[in-house]
């Protein structure tokens, strides 16, 4: 009795056990990774000069550095804002800070850029670079806390621009040379390498369900958009027209649609030439016509925004290459070739910063 429930407990395991696809035991592909630092802005050294606790109508410099730790990209659209001062005025007049709306009340030492509240410009800053931030306030009066010993946060913001950079490069394999390992007994071993760049936004790119694609048969890929960083990604989505996918030397009627996860409709694409070969490149750009009761257009809609969820990640974007094999990818008789997919999602990105001071009347 226990001989045949252990044949069939056998079966049942082996019925159930999945079966791998063509060609994966023949064609070993290893899927490296490579990912650069997320954290590109540093704020350091944030000071109050005195020390707190400072005392009540005393002058008060908030100093900090901006350094970029990027080591080939500058900050650009860099702004600071000091968007709670608490009770804290500018240092030559009698407003508090945080009554900023169009103009700014504090602002940077020398600040000579333009400014929309306390948010202000400043200069890109190259890779590797620093730069001193000063503000000049005045603390509250011995009036404005009751003559009680305050404490008081000064929080700020640091804005900048970036462009989020991945490659991926899959590999597609000629079912005629699966068929010859096969036949050898041999094994060959390739590598589907990605590298995504430098910043707190990533672009994951890979295939669904293989290490690589057979020649003349239908594939999928995904790009997933991930926040990584430390800071806060501005509006928690990629913006209408600013993430760029191309599939270089695979022209577009080699697709079959997209599935983009809710995103269907977001995507625009057209034929590039790019190192002179025919790529498709796909773009987060499209419009939606928005018409009146009456069915008239009366204008466009964007619609490409990539919204990033809770989770830190975007749903998956799938990129269906076609299955006639008329109409897939065709690498003609070479054993396998190297494909190279290129994405970049541009944005702004917003990290904070605190300095903590204790306002006390003097003792006497």
């Given amino acids: 009795?226990?001989?045949?429930?252990?044949?069939?407990?056998?079966?049942?395991?082996?019925?159930?056990?999945?079966?791998?696809?063509?060609g994966q035991n023949e064609i070993q592909v290893a899927t490296p990774v490579l990912e650069e630092a997320s954290d590109i802005v540093a704020i350091k050294n944030i000071d109050t000069i005195p020390n707190s606790p400072v005392l009540p109508d005393d002058t008060v410099d908030l100093s900090?550095?901006?350094?970029?730790?990027?080591?080939?990209?500058?900050?650009?659209?860099?702004?600071?804002?000091?968007?709670?001062?608490?009770?804290?005025?500018?240092?030559?007049?009698?407003?508090?800070c945080n009554t900023a709306t169009t103009a700014a009340v504090c602002k940077p030492e020398g600040q000579t850029a333009p400014c929309a509240g306390n948010k202000c410009d400043l200069?890109?800053?190259?890779?590797?670079?620093?730069?001193?931030?000063?503000?000049n306030l005045k603390a509250p009066s011995s009036n404005d806390i009751l003559k009680l010993s305050t404490d008081f946060e000064l929080r700020f913001?640091?804005?900048?621009?970036?462009?989020?950079?991945?490659?991926?490069?899959?590999?597609?394999?000629?079912?005629?040379?699966?068929?010859?390992?096969?036949?050898?007994?041999?094994?060959?071993?390739?590598?589907a390498a990605s590298t995504l760049g430098s910043g707190p936004v990533k672009i994951d790119l890979s295939l669904v369900n293989r290490n690589f694609i057979l020649n003349k048969r239908g594939a999928t890929f995904e790009?997933?958009?991930?926040?990584?960083?430390?800071?806060?990604?501005?509006?928690?989505?990629?913006?209408?027209?600013?993430?760029?996918?191309?599939?270089?030397?695979?022209?577009?009627?080699?697709?079959?649609?997209?599935s983009a996860g809710g995103y269907d409709d977001a995507f625009t694409f057209k034929d590039d030439s790019v190192n002179s070969l025919s790529?498709?490149?796909?773009?987060?750009?499209?419009?939606?016509?928005?018409?009146?009761?009456?069915?008239q257009v009366?204008?466009?809609?964007?619609?490409?925004?990539?919204?990033?969820?809770?989770?830190?990640k975007s749903n998956p974007l799938l990129f269906r290459l076609n299955d006639d094999a008329t109409a897939a990818i065709d690498i003609g008789v070479a054993p396998?070739?190297?494909?190279?997919?290129?994405?970049?999602?541009g944005y702004t990105y917003r990290v904070s910063g605190v300095a903590r001071v204790t306002v006390k009347p003097l003792e006497i």
Avoid: W
Avoid at 73 to 95: G, H, I, M, N, Y
């Fill in 1 to 22: 009795m226990l001989r045949y429930g252990l044949v069939f407990a056998l079966l049942f395991v082996s019925g159930c056990t999945s079966q791998i696809d063509f």
């Fill in 298 to 312: 009366t204008g466009k809609k964007s619609i490409g925004a990539i919204d990033i969820y809770s989770e830190g």
């Fill in 123 to 135: 200069v890109n800053l190259s890779p590797g670079a620093q730069r001193l931030v000063n503000y």
């Fill in 279 to 295: 790529s498709c490149v796909f773009t987060n750009n499209a419009e939606r016509d928005v018409k009146d009761s009456a069915g």
């Fill in 336 to 345: 396998y070739r190297s494909y190279e997919v290129r994405a970049t999602a």
């Fill in 223 to 258: 790009a997933v958009v991930r926040h990584t960083g430390s800071g806060r990604l501005l509006s928690n989505k990629i913006e209408h027209g600013a993430l760029t996918i191309t599939f270089v030397g695979i022209p577009c009627n080699k697709f079959d649609g997209i």
């Fill in 64 to 96: 900090f550095i901006i350094e970029n730790l990027d080591k080939t990209e500058p900050l650009s659209r860099l702004k600071v804002d000091l968007f709670d001062a608490a009770s804290f005025k500018d240092s030559q007049s009698t407003t508090l």
């Fill in 157 to 191: 913001a640091v804005e900048h621009y970036f462009t989020a950079n991945s490659i991926y490069r899959p590999v597609v394999v000629n079912p005629v040379e699966i068929k010859a390992l096969q036949r050898a007994g041999q094994k060959v071993d390739l590598q």
